[in-house]
Every structure is written in C-alpha cells, then in structure tokens.
C-alpha cells in the first residue's frame, strides 16, 4: 500500500477510536474497553490464528498454546464463580440472544421488541420467532406504551 493510504487508514483508525472514547455507546456490547483488555487484544493470537472449536477439539491446527491459554482463562472463571464449568470464548450479543430465546420456549418464541430502525436488536427479528415490534414516536421519540399495550394484547 502507498504511504499516503496507510496514513489515511491510520488517521480513520484514531478518529474511531476517539470517536468510540468521546462518546457515550448505549449499545451493551459495543464499549470501550480499558486500555488493559484493548492491549491485550493487539496480538498474534487474534490477528492471525483461527481457534475455531473448544479445547482439545479444534477445527484447525497448531492451536496448541490457544488451548492452553484458554484453559488457564476457563479455570480462573470457574474459581471466580464457583462453576462447574465455563466457556471464555467471545460471542455475539446475536449469538447470545437467539441461544436465549430458544431455551426459554419450545415452540416458535413470540417475541414483542423494539424495532431495530428504532434501536432494539438485530436478534429480536430473527426467522425462527414470531417477533412483532413497537416503535419510537418520530417526533417525541418516546415510546407510547398505549400502542405497545396494543401490540402485546394482539
């Protein structure tokens, strides 16, 4: 890459990075993280090695040092929370919310959320549930809990 575009990508990257730093993000898994976990995220461990998989039973090779790593992680979260057991690896708030919803029902969940153009979730409006949503007054931009109401009745 030319110079003049690495400087431009690296000037992108600060200007996210304030961006993210200066403001408040009120979606709960999309926050700064201390300058700690960010450091710790800047590795080759993350940047070049896939670890698909669980311990012992990964999709690819040489995940050796992963798997210890891992381990060690699994351990400290089953010593901090008196667990059984423990998975430390990342997910999805999507991810996470599905796996939710499906254990909370046996059938085709119905789901009443707000709606994603009005800041509710990707993951309330997924195939496998009957999702209906509310919305956001456009001009108070305030919830009318009447129309809600309504929509939870139906």
Same mark, same amino acid.
Request: with cysteine; charged share 25%; proline share 1%.
């Given at each position: 890459?030319?110079?003049?575009?690495?400087?431009?990508?690296?000037?992108?990257?600060?200007?996210?990075?304030?961006?993210?730093?200066?403001?408040?993000? +009120?979606?709960?898994?999309?926050?700064?993280?201390?300058?700690?976990?960010?450091?710790?995220?800047?590795?080759?461990?993350?940047?070049?090695?896939?670890?698909?998989?669980?311990?012992?039973?990964?999709?690819?090779?040489?995940?050796?040092?992963?798997?210890?790593?891992?381990?060690?992680?699994?351990?400290?979260?089953?010593?901090?929370?008196?667990?059984?057991?423990?998975?430390?690896?990342?997910?999805?708030?999507? %991810?996470?919310?599905?796996?939710?919803?499906?254990?909370?029902?046996?059938?085709?969940?119905?789901?009443?959320?707000?709606?994603?153009?009005?800041?509710? /979730? %990707?993951?309330?409006?997924?195939?496998?549930?009957?999702?209906? /949503?509310? /919305?956001?007054?456009?001009?108070?931009?305030? +919830?009318?809990?009447?129309?809600?109401?309504? %929509?939870?009745?139906?």
């Amino acid at each position: 890459m030319q110079n003049s575009t690495i400087n431009s990508i690296e000037k992108k990257i600060r200007q996210e990075y304030s961006r993210q730093n200066d403001f408040i993000q +009120l979606i709960a898994s999309e926050n700064l993280p201390s300058k700690a976990v960010y450091k710790a995220m800047q590795n080759v461990l993350l940047d070049y090695k896939t670890a698909e998989g669980y311990v012992g039973n990964r999709y690819h090779s040489g995940c050796k040092i992963i798997d210890e790593i891992e381990s060690i992680a699994i351990e400290k979260v089953k010593t901090l929370f008196g667990a059984e057991y423990s998975n430390v690896q990342t997910n999805s708030a999507t %991810i996470a919310n599905q796996t939710a919803i499906a254990a909370l029902s046996d059938s085709t969940p119905k789901i009443l959320a707000m709606d994603v153009k009005c800041g509710g /979730h %990707i993951s309330h409006s997924v195939k496998y549930t009957n999702s209906n /949503h509310y /919305h956001v007054d456009k001009e108070s931009f305030l +919830l009318d809990y009447d129309e809600i109401r309504k %929509i939870a009745k139906k």
